[in-house]
């Protein structure tokens, strides 16, 4: 069918892909959103939208129909249930509410290529059983390199990756001892709710693998900021150490001296006031003069019973 000479017109096929961009854009508020969700790229429709002023009024409109179905709950909104056929055109992947520059609500997704939680949660399962690093990233459907980095940038997921490592290291040294055991695989049936299994090695590539991560999980790792750097040199990997050292001791040196003048103002010993040292005592057998009684005087007799200071005999 030839193109109409006519500006504001459409073919029959771009008037239909025009309708769907619409109505993905009434739900979702986002015309990047909307136009990957018909296959096209966002800028077929934005030279449209310049060049013809009816179609930027209805995306104007559809603009303001989301951010209006936007601001709604969420069981108000239309077709917002699950299973619901407007929807089910909506890609998914966790899309979240955001708000433009200009206060309008859409709907957006992050990236199919970021490093996300549960990539992550999916990488260390998976190096939890298999204490292979490439072989998780691969089956996250990331690079390793992606993960060592996410490892450098957040001391949490160095964590992780540390602990879910350590796991993954028994697990392939307890297979590797359990797999010479006659009886090992015998219950293997009925094991439903047991971690992903190891994936087939020979016992050579069990221990060689074991080799690899054994100063990781027994021995104490050198930790990524003190390892020298590509291109550093002796001298230059040496001062910086010691510069390290040096700072580390001046932040102690500091937060001693600040302890040391809290103690002293609550009234505590500190290290150049310490308590005065404990007074030796003698014998305290050894001690006289500290009693008042009269020497002199007749001992009591035992047998005579004392009432109120007075003997009973001398009331006689």
Request: aromatic share 6%; glycine share 6%.
């Amino acid at each position: 069918m030839a193109r109409p000479s006519t500006p504001d017109q459409f073919t029959r096929r771009q008037a239909a892909q025009n309708d769907a961009f619409l109505a993905a854009l009434r739900r979702t508020g986002n015309a990047r959103e909307a136009a990957s969700t018909l296959g096209y790229n966002r800028s077929t429709f934005t030279k449209r939208r310049a060049a013809h002023p009816a179609f930027a009024a209805k995306w104007n409109a559809a603009l303001a129909l989301a951010s209006a179905a936007l601001n709604l709950p969420s069981r108000l909104r239309e077709g917002s249930g699950e299973g619901s056929a407007k929807n089910a055109a909506i890609p998914t992947g966790s899309p979240t509410t955001t708000r433009t520059a200009n206060g309008r609500l859409q709907l957006r997704r992050p990236p199919a290529n970021r490093l996300d939680h549960a990539a992550e949660q999916a990488f260390l399962t998976a190096l939890s059983v298999t204490a292979n690093i490439r072989l998780s990233a691969a089956a996250a459907g990331f690079s390793h390199s992606a993960f060592y980095a996410r490892r450098k940038a957040s001391p949490a997921f160095a964590r992780e990756m540390r602990l879910a490592l350590a796991a993954g290291y028994e697990s392939v040294e307890f297979a590797l001892l359990a797999g010479t055991l006659p009886g090992s695989h015998d219950h293997d049936e009925w094991r439903h709710n047991a971690p992903p299994p190891i994936p087939p090695m020979t016992a050579n590539q069990a221990l060689q693998l074991l080799h690899l991560h054994n100063r990781t999980v027994h021995l104490q790792e050198e930790p990524p900021h003190i390892k020298r750097r590509r291109g550093e040199s002796s001298d230059a990997h040496s001062y910086r150490l010691s510069a390290m050292y040096e700072a580390r001791q001046a932040r102690a040196r500091e937060a001693f001296d600040i302890a040391e003048a809290a103690r002293n103002e609550r009234g505590e010993p500190t290290l150049i006031n310490p308590y005065p040292a404990p007074v030796r005592l003698p014998a305290l057998d050894q001690v006289t003069g500290w009693s008042k009684a009269d020497p002199t005087k007749t001992p009591h007799d035992p047998d005579v019973a004392l009432f109120g200071g007075w003997r009973l005999k001398d009331s006689k």
